[in-house]
T-cell receptor, first 116, second 115 residues
Framework: DQQVKQNSPSLSVQEGRISILNCDYT??????FLWYKKYPAEGPTFLIS?????DKNEDGRFTVFLNKSAKHLSLHIVPSQPGDSAVYFC???????????????FGKGTKLSVIP | ETGVTQTPRHLVMGMTNKKSLKCEQH?????MYWYKQSAKKPLELMFVYSLEERVENNSVPSRFSPECPNSSHLFLHLHTLQPEDSALYLC??????????????FGPGTRLLVL
């Protein structure tokens, strides 16, 4: 059973508008969440992260929101640019649980296309 | 050279071949990882090394054999693979193994095709 789910395989957004990518998790032990971006023929690149002690983290055009009660996080990209077109992976881990706490659990990814 | 590098980028091999994938990190990190990404599946952790010691082997078949000679280099030795082993193999590294808010940094991957 998948513990991290990205239910939208793809998303298309007009340039300049907001892109919202969603991620749900089932394991309540997860307390640190990351977003990675992946271009074709490249490895995933770390984008932004959030700890469960926060509900928002912002870095330039990228903002991640965490709703712990709903076990849901989202990545907002404003404004969206054609160069943002990539596959976005959500990942989660347990920070303080000892053995195995390094393990990242990934979603399947959402392919974002930003249309000029 | 910076970041995490992997060679080769593409590999085609027969089921009886023996080949090796190489990963090198230039970040001064102490932990290194091998992941497998198959089509339409999430990334799957295969092996984890911390300070050159293996700390994780996620029920990976013995036809995959990792080696970590030092904290900067990681190898994945392949022998008698099956066609279903065709996938993207990604290497990653992190400063330490399980510090809070630790982030893993990935290489570009090796696209493997087993015929």
């Amino acid at each position: 059973d998948q513990q991290v789910k990205q239910n939208s395989p793809s998303l298309s957004v007009q340039e300049g508008r907001i892109s919202i990518l969603n991620c749900d998790y089932t394991n309540s032990m997860f307390d640190y969440f990351l977003w990675y971006k992946k271009y074709p023929a490249e490895g995933p690149t770390f984008l932004i992260s959030i700890s469960s002690i926060k509900d928002k983290n912002e870095d330039g055009r990228f903002t991640v929101f965490l709703n712990k009660s709903a076990k849901h996080l989202s990545l907002h990209i404003v404004p969206s640019q054609p160069g943002d077109s990539a596959v976005y992976f959500c990942a989660a881990r347990r920070q303080y649980s000892g053995a195995g706490s390094y393990q990242l659990t990934f979603g399947k990814g959402t392919k974002l296309s930003v249309i000029p | 050279e910076t970041g995490v590098t992997q060679t080769p980028r593409h590999l085609v091999m027969g089921m009886t071949n023996k080949k090796s994938l190489k990963c090198e990190q230039h970040l001064g990190h102490n932990a290194m990882y091998w992941y497998k990404q198959s089509a339409k599946k999430p990334l799957e952790l295969m092996f984890v090394y911390s300070l050159e010691e293996r700390v994780e082997n996620n029920s990976v078949p013995s036809r995959f054999s990792p080696e970590c000679p030092n904290s900067s280099h990681l190898f994945l030795h392949l022998h008698t693979l099956q066609p279903e082993d065709s996938a993207l193999y990604l290497c990653a590294s992190s400063q330490a193994l399980d510090r809070p808010m630790e982030t893993q940094y990935f290489g570009p991957g090796t696209r493997l095709l087993v015929l």
